[in-house]
């Protein structure tokens, strides 16, 4: 195999300090790259060498297996920066940009439309694929347009427009296609109260973040809300807070989250969700999807009594 050390390349690099759970683990190969070249530049060589690859972002909506992924894994948190056109309202944002930090940048220079995203906890690709949203907005409200590249072709990176994206409700078409984000581009509302829309921002952090256990590890809301209902109200109303395997535990303070207690292993997480599920469908009926993806290896579930 070629050597991979001009890319920075590493071997065997354990998932967990990698996703917001804090578990998962080994990937066969791993790399940060900090531009898009660069990670165009991985892609290639993946190629060349027959491996899969995956891209990651803030790892916040993902459950990576305890044994680990094979192939090539990306973590675009480097790959940061962001170019705000204050005359217009064009956000132009590298996909490893924190949301919450773009979310305060937009705010400071007078630019509404992304109060809602301050506390997700995850990154501008991450947003777009999944179509993040909280406080009655979404990504696709203000998103124009993004620049992807197909694994395999990556030397040649293209546009999409917000129209191609199928956007829906915690979902896009990126999510069934191998496209990798490099960048999207956000049309916000400009000439605002920079005061105003500070304040907006700051009002949405902290209805969160008393909310939500944000203290403890985990990938923020698990499940999809299975409208009209919430999921988190059909979980407490079940008396499932607090509910536990292992390491992994319902929390007390929100329903819809599930918490790294400190010593959880991914399966673990995994039999919890799956309990959780199986608790809703027998009372209501209803059946719960997950928001998270499950990456690797997962064995048979074995759920709670």
């Known amino acids: ?13 354990g998932l967990a300090d990698f996703t917001t759970w804090k578990v998962g683990g080994p990937a066969q190969w791993f790399a940060e790259p900090d531009s898009g070249e660069r990670l165009c530049a991985l892609l290639s060589w993946a190629r060349a060498e ?13 459950l990576v297996s305890d044994a680990g992924l094979e192939g090539l894994i990306l973590c675009n948190r480097r790959l940061q920066g962001a170019d705000l056109d204050c005359s217009n309202g064009v956000i132009e944002a590298q996909a490893g940009e ?8 937009a705010a400071r220079a007078g630019l509404a439309g992304l109060e809602w995203s301050v506390g ?10 999944m179509n993040a949203g909280a406080q009655g907005g979404c990504t696709a409200d203000v998103l124009e347009s993004i620049t992807v590249v ?23 078409r990126l999510q069934q296609e191998p496209l990798v984000v490099l960048s999207a581009r956000f049309r916000l509302n400009p000439d605002q ?3 105003e829309v500070s304040r907006r921002t700051s009002a949405n952090l902290h209805s969160r973040t008393s909310s939500q256990p944000y203290q403890q590890p985990s990938c923020g809301s698990v ?17 499932l807070k607090g509910l536990t395997i292992g390491g992994a535990q319902v929390s007390p303070i929100h329903a819809n989250f599930i918490v790294n207690t400190g010593a959880a292993s991914a399966t673990e997480i995994d039999q919890l969700i799956a309990t959780v ?29």
Do not use: C, W
């Open 223 to 239: 499940f999809r809300n299975p409208e009209p209902h919430k999921a988190g109200q059909l979980i407490e109303g079940l008396g």
């Open 193 to 195: 109260d920079p005061t």
């Open 50 to 62: 027959g491996l899969g690859s995956r891209v990651i972002g803030a790892g916040s909506n993902l």
């Open 1 to 13: 195999m070629a050597s991979p050390t001009p890319l920075g390349l590493r071997r065997a690099v």
């Open 150 to 172: 197909d694994p395999n072709q990556p030397e040649r990176p293209f546009r999409l427009q917000a129209s191609e994206l199928d956007f829906a409700y915690r979902h896009s």
């Open 120 to 129: 997700i906890p995850g990154t501008v690709g991450g947003a777009v694929v």
């Open 98 to 105: 924190p949301i919450p930090t773009l979310a305060r940048r």
């Open 277 to 305: 599920q199986e608790r809703v469908q027998a009372a209501h009926g209803i059946t719960l999807h997950p928001e998270v993806k499950r990456l690797g290896p997962f064995g048979p579930i074995a759920l709670a009594a």
